[in-house]
């Protein structure tokens, strides 16, 4: 896990330019909010799927780095006065309360259209595996995945639901940058159609149960969800049905691994990094 999260800081920091030109701005303001204290449990997926395949990590780096970049931006629009209007992001000022709102703004979109240009350069991967990783990405960060997401988050703040659009909520707006950092592992891993369907299913009953525990955590802090009264998987179920539910999405997480032949640990233990 340490030596992973080295190479994904290590290669984050080389991709943020170090800019003395007017913009220089944006690129402080990038920084700011990319490099705090974030699990990277994003890229850590897409290394572990490709890791459990056997391939060469830095096939993956530059994908893997590119969808922690979605994942900021995605944080720092989220974040915004006229979204969740958050005044504080892992303990500290979020970005449009470090630097001018229509900064963060920009910042977010800058990390959201980089993503983009760092896939198409990445090295050593085909021309055809680069248009599949695009896809894949535009899929999911898109109107049918994380911003689909976000929609429903905002649209249903403050009103009744049942699960089943919290459901639709949390498989959009968390669970798809995990299937989608699976999908780029198999990608890169040249994975069989049969094997990476299953591994997607892998990935949702994870990111399904990572939100559902998070809103359990959440539900015990008084987050700013909470405050906002927010619906919930706690709000809906109730704690000990939450829990219940999550624990289970996490087995079947972990009895989809342990039917494939192939080095799964990493994969294991980022599936329990919620526990």
Same mark, same amino acid.
């Given at each position: 896990?340490? %030596? &992973?999260?080295?190479?994904?800081?290590?290669?984050?920091? %080389?991709?943020?330019?170090?800019?003395?030109?007017? @913009?220089?701005?944006?690129?402080?303001?990038?920084?700011? $909010?990319?490099?705090? $204290?974030?699990?990277?449990?994003?890229?850590?997926?897409?290394?572990?799927?490709?890791?459990?395949?056997?391939?060469?990590?830095?096939?993956?780096?530059?994908?893997?780095?590119?969808?922690?970049?979605? @994942?900021? !931006?995605?944080?720092?629009?989220?974040?915004?006065?006229?979204?969740?209007?958050?005044?504080?992001?892992?303990?500290?000022?979020?970005? @449009?309360?470090?630097?001018?709102?229509?900064?963060?703004?920009?910042?977010?979109? !800058?990390?959201?259209? !980089?993503?983009?240009?760092?896939? #198409?350069?990445? &090295?050593?991967?085909?021309?055809?595996?680069? =248009?599949?990783?695009?896809?894949?990405?535009?899929?999911?960060?898109?109107?049918?995945? *994380?911003?689909?997401?976000?929609?429903?988050?905002?649209?249903?703040?403050?009103?009744?639901?049942?699960? %089943?659009?919290?459901?639709?909520? @949390?498989?959009?707006?968390?669970?798809?940058?995990? =299937?989608?950092?699976?999908?780029?592992?198999?990608?890169?891993?040249?994975?069989?159609?049969?094997?990476?369907?299953?591994?997607?299913?892998?990935?949702?009953?994870?990111? *399904? #149960?990572?939100?559902?525990?998070?809103? =359990?955590?959440?539900?015990?802090?008084?987050?700013?969800?909470?405050?906002?009264?927010?619906?919930?998987?706690?709000?809906?179920?109730?704690?000990?049905?939450? &829990?219940?539910?999550?624990?289970?999405?996490?087995?079947?997480?972990?009895? =989809?691994?342990?039917?494939?032949? !192939?080095?799964?640990?990493?994969? %294991?233990?980022?599936?329990?990094?919620?526990?």
């Amino acid at each position: 896990m340490k %030596e &992973k999260l080295e190479l994904i800081e290590k290669r984050l920091k %080389e991709l943020i330019p170090k800019s003395n030109q007017y @913009h220089k701005k944006l690129f402080d303001a990038a920084s700011y $909010s990319l490099f705090s $204290s974030g699990k990277r449990l994003r890229p850590l997926l897409v290394l572990a799927t490709v890791q459990a395949f056997d391939k060469d990590l830095n096939l993956a780096l530059d994908p893997a780095c590119s969808l922690e970049l979605i @994942h900021t !931006y995605s944080l720092i629009h989220d974040d915004l006065p006229c979204m969740d209007d958050d005044d504080l992001r892992r303990g500290k000022p979020t970005l @449009h309360k470090a630097f001018p709102e229509w900064l963060a703004v920009l910042t977010g979109d !800058y990390l959201l259209t !980089y993503a983009f240009e760092i896939i #198409s350069k990445a &090295k050593r991967l085909t021309s055809m595996q680069k =248009i599949n990783l695009i896809n894949t990405l535009s899929k999911y960060a898109g109107s049918d995945g *994380l911003i689909a997401g976000q929609v429903a988050d905002l649209f249903w703040e403050r009103k009744k639901i049942d699960f %089943e659009k919290l459901k639709f909520m @949390h498989l959009n707006k968390t669970a798809a940058l995990f =299937i989608a950092a699976v999908d780029f592992g198999c990608t890169i891993a040249k994975a069989t159609k049969n094997i990476k369907l299953k591994l997607l299913d892998f990935a949702k009953n994870m990111g *399904l #149960s990572f939100q559902i525990f998070d809103d =359990i955590s959440d539900s015990q802090t008084k987050s700013s969800d909470i405050t906002k009264n927010k619906a919930t998987a706690v709000t809906i179920l109730g704690l000990e049905k939450a &829990k219940d539910l999550a624990i289970d999405l996490q087995k079947k997480a972990l009895d =989809i691994l342990k039917q494939l032949p !192939y080095q799964t640990a990493f994969l %294991e233990k980022l599936s329990l990094m919620h526990n």
